[in-house]
């Protein structure tokens, strides 16, 4: 089931295809080459990079998304095949649904992303002492509070959460994680035939793609903790550029992490039905049950992302 993430972070490639592959080319460096059908994504990671315009078209052909990023690695744009219909149950049924069928996907999602960030703390150290209700929504505001506080000073330094133009390093790497999530998750969305652009939570006028975001939610705190494995593994080096104050800028440290992140989606592992699952994998089940649970009106057989499960090879 797995298939390559492929990261362009070098300036001056140039990428085509010839032969069924994808093809980099690369200024007094051999070429390299992979099999457009091995590659899920596609991500730019720098500006100085250019395509064919075949290239585009048999990557959009093969069900790729390509990510682009601007300077200091901030996610700006994907690109995109077609939307189209595959399950014509699903897809009516998504246009269609209910305000309760709606209400308890949501709740199931919302719950395994709350869930998810307590554990996470609870890795991490903490003894927790929080009593739920049974509203998603209340509860999910008032856990982030909670989290972010103690997940930032126990990795690394106080810090609060930037979303857009995020300027600290920590920041920044949870924003280049989560986009490389969501467009995992944006590339199953369009190949199992859903609206991206009709949401289960999130509104379209606050969202281009509200399904993405709301269906990014479970995976949060796996981003968060491959960013909190990555610090505490690299520690004293972390600890002296931020002493040094040099962290936010450090281009060296950001690569590092892109290259221990991507890793992390094939090395970590999720338990479902007794089997082990790698991260990247099991963004193609949880979407996948996502378009079952519309084409048959029934949410009770989701197969969401426990982060308790999860081992490392």
């Known amino acids: ?149 103690r997940y930032f000073g126990t990795i ?27 467009t995992l998750i944006y590339r199953t969305i369009l190949i199992h035939g859903l609206l991206p652009a009709l949401g289960i939570k999130h509104k379209s006028r606050f969202h281009a793609h509200p399904l993405v975001y709301d269906l990014i939610e479970p995976f949060r705190a796996f981003v968060d903790l491959l960013l909190a494995h990555y610090i505490i593994q690299n520690k004293k080096q972390i600890d002296n550029l931020i002493a040094t104050e040099l962290i936010d800028e450090d281009e060296v440290i950001f690569a590092d992490w892109i290259k221990f992140f991507m890793s992390g989606l094939v090395e970590y592992k999720l338990k479902d039905n007794n089997l082990n699952y790698k991260i990247l994998d099991f963004v193609d089940m949880f979407v996948l049950s996502i378009m079952k649970a519309y084409e048959n009106l029934d949410s009770n057989s989701l197969r969401l992302p426990i982060l308790k499960t999860y081992s490392k090879s």
């Open 1 to 149: 089931m797995s298939h390559h993430v492929l990261t362009i972070n070098t300036a001056g490639v140039f990428l085509r295809v010839s032969r069924g592959f994808i093809v980099c080319q690369e200024k007094n460096n051999l070429d390299k080459k992979i099999p457009i059908s091995d590659v899920k994504t596609v991500i730019i990671s720098t500006p100085q990079v250019s395509f064919s315009n075949q290239c585009i078209s048999r990557m959009l052909e093969n069900n790729i998304v390509i990510l682009h990023c601007a300077e200091n690695y901030q996610p700006i744009g994907w690109t995109v095949g077609l939307e189209k219909v595959v399950r014509r149950e699903a897809f009516f049924n998504q246009i269609q649904a209910t305000g309760e069928f709606s209400d308890k996907l949501w709740n199931q999602i919302a719950f395994c992303k709350i869930h998810n960030q307590l554990d996470l703390l609870n890795d991490l150290g903490f003894e927790l002492n929080i009593q739920l209700s049974n509203n998603a929504d209340i509860e999910e505001a008032r856990v982030a509070r909670y989290y972010w506080e």
């Open 156 to 182: 690394s330094r106080v810090l609060n959460r930037e979303r857009k133009n995020a300027s600290k390093f920590e920041n920044k790497a949870l924003n280049y994680g989560y986009a490389v999530i969501k």
